[in-house]
């Protein structure tokens, strides 16, 4: 029975998760056209519901109705299976991320997020990161197509260079917080002793390296456009396309969920246990703060899209190994010595 | 070896990158709250002044009759092939007046060279820039479609006074 119940508890944790991403995913793309749109001075897509709500839906049913072309020269299997690949590595990884604080409902503990207690949680994050690269790499090796294969090897020339700074920023976090579980993480960083502050840094590296982990401007050098067609993704269509687009997506809300537990406190809210609130009120409004603070990254992320041009390839090899690899080795050792200091 | 200085070179400011990135995103951030330049088409209608080139008409007199006095000029004149004119004959003072006068929508490429060789000033370009059609046929514009009264092309008969 308490098995059951356990099994009962999870799987509702995913549904909703799942539902959250999906719904979060879809409108992400729609408000990426509206930004874009608004930073042109454009008004964006307005036309199907009020002011072009519907549009997702609209994308989804044109992408599924479209005809599914392999190319003749691919390898079918690899072709069908990167995508989902893709999907595969985008949608497990938040399972390990906490979005609320533990609350008790019927005298039952219940941990907001999927797998809690994980003790190499932020080890599971980075590996499947990790795993995401061969979904873009097989793709464009599979396509049979020289602009796929640019796009994938770039991709993972790309990626591999920057999970270095990112692995070397997240151990400056982890000195601090003296686990891998990202619950602890979170915890540890209470009050204003956001690592954002603590390790200004590390935060930069962090963030550029995800902007490079998730293929978004200004290092979309993988697809870059005018140079590779369409790059890894240049031989897919219909739904092998739109899930290379979801995971493009659900990768960015992965690396904003990253940001906030491991740099901004996560769910925590300074101060708010001051204000006396009853155990339900705190959970929700931590909760909110959660999810408010992943929204303004997901922001931040398509704002940088459109205000910074692309890096050409061999500046981003510069940066990614000379400036920012000593950068977050130098985090790291400022994060030993601040936490010699503080602890 | 000595570094040679370049004028392109970039100061210390330049390089650490980051203050640019925060000029360029308060940049579109600003943007985004301006007014914004899209005009929603099929709700508010482009207003086009008297230099616009839609297309081609035929002008039509005040009594109804065309002005036109089909000497061919613009059909012999348009690159594209678009005109085709069949003369005949009238009881009027200027004698002759187009039986059938022809423009196919698509394959005129609104150049304007008709208008402007016009000894009558007899075919302008109206402002009128919705033209669609679902078959070959329809593309076809007659007599009909062509005849336009002149009080409705008064601003384009003024500029191409002055401009001409
Ligand atoms: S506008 Fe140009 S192409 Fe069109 S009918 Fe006149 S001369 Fe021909
Ligand atoms: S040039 Fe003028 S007058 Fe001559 S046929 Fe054409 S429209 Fe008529």
Redesign the pocket.
């Known amino acids: 029975m308490e098995s059951l119940i356990i099994a009962g508890i999870a799987l509702v944790k995913v549904l909703i998760l799942a539902n959250i991403i999906l719904l979060t995913v879809s409108y992400l793309v729609y408000f990426e056209r509206k930004i874009s749109a608004w930073a042109q001075s454009r008004v964006g897509p307005n036309r199907v519901g009020y002011a072009g709500l519907l549009q997702p839906f609209a994308d989804v049913f044109k992408l599924l109705l479209k005809e599914d072309i392999v190319p003749t020269q691919a390898n079918k299997t690899i072709h069908t299976l990167a995508p989902f690949l893709a999907l595969f590595v985008a949608f497990t990884t938040y399972a390990v991320i906490p979005w609320g604080p533990d609350v008790t409902i019927f005298g039952r503990v219940i941990e907001l997020s999927v797998v809690p207690n994980i003790n190499a949680g932020i080890l599971y994050v980075l590996a499947l990161t990790s795993i995401g690269v061969y979904a873009i790499t097989l793709s464009g090796w599979s396509s049979g197509s020289k602009y796929s294969l640019l796009g994938g090897v770039r991709a993972s020339a790309q990626m591999i260079s920057y999970e270095i700074s990112m692995g070397f920023s997240v151990a400056g976090v982890l000195i601090f917080s003296q686990s891998l579980l990202p619950s602890e993480i979170v915890k540890s960083q209470s009050g204003l002793m956001w690592n954002a502050f603590l390790q200004p840094i590390g935060f930069i590296t962090f963030v550029t390296a995800a902007f490079a982990e998730t293929n978004r401007l200004p290092f979309d050098l993988p697809e870059a456009e005018p140079e590779l067609v369409g790059g890894f993704h240049t031989e897919y269509s219909s739904m092998k396309f739109a899930a290379f687009f979801l995971a493009e997506y659900a990768n960015m809300m992965i690396a904003s969920a990253l940001i906030v537990t491991l740099y901004l406190g996560g769910w925590q809210v300074p101060y708010l246990e001051k204000l006396g609130l009853s155990a339900g009120w705190e959970a929700i409004i931590q909760v909110a703060a959660f999810f408010t603070k992943l929204v303004f990254l997901m922001f931040f992320f398509i704002w940088v899209r459109w205000s910074i041009p692309r890096f050409r390839y061999d500046q981003l090899m510069d940066i990614g190994w000379k400036v920012m690899f000593p950068l977050a080795l130098l985090n790291v050792l400022w994060a030993a010595v601040l936490a010699m200091l503080i602890k | 070896m000595a570094v040679k200085k370049r004028m392109k070179d970039f100061t210390l400011m330049e390089k650490i990158y980051l203050p640019s990135i925060v000029a360029g995103l308060s940049i579109t951030l600003q943007n985004m709250f301006k007014p914004k330049y899209t005009m929603e088409y099929p709700e508010v209608k482009f207003m086009p002044s008297g230099h616009y080139?839609g297309?081609?008409v035929l002008v039509q007199e005040e009594d109804g009759g065309e002005r036109c006095v089909a000497c061919g000029l613009?059909s012999r004149?348009?690159?594209?092939?678009?005109?085709d004119i069949q003369a005949a004959e009238t009881e009027r003072e200027k004698e002759r007046y187009p039986e059938r006068f022809e423009?196919n929508m698509l394959?005129?490429?609104?150049?304007?060279?008709?208008?402007e060789?016009c000894p009558e000033e007899a075919?302008v370009?109206s402002k009128e820039y919705e033209i669609a059609f679902t078959n070959r046929q329809d593309a076809i514009y007659g007599k009909d479609k062509l005849l336009t009264p002149i009080a409705d092309l008064q601003e384009r008969i003024e500029f191409l006074r002055n401009n001409k």
């Open positions: 080139r297309r081609p613009c004149v348009c690159p594209a092939l678009a005109i423009i394959r005129c490429i609104f150049c304007g060279l008709c208008e060789v075919i370009m």
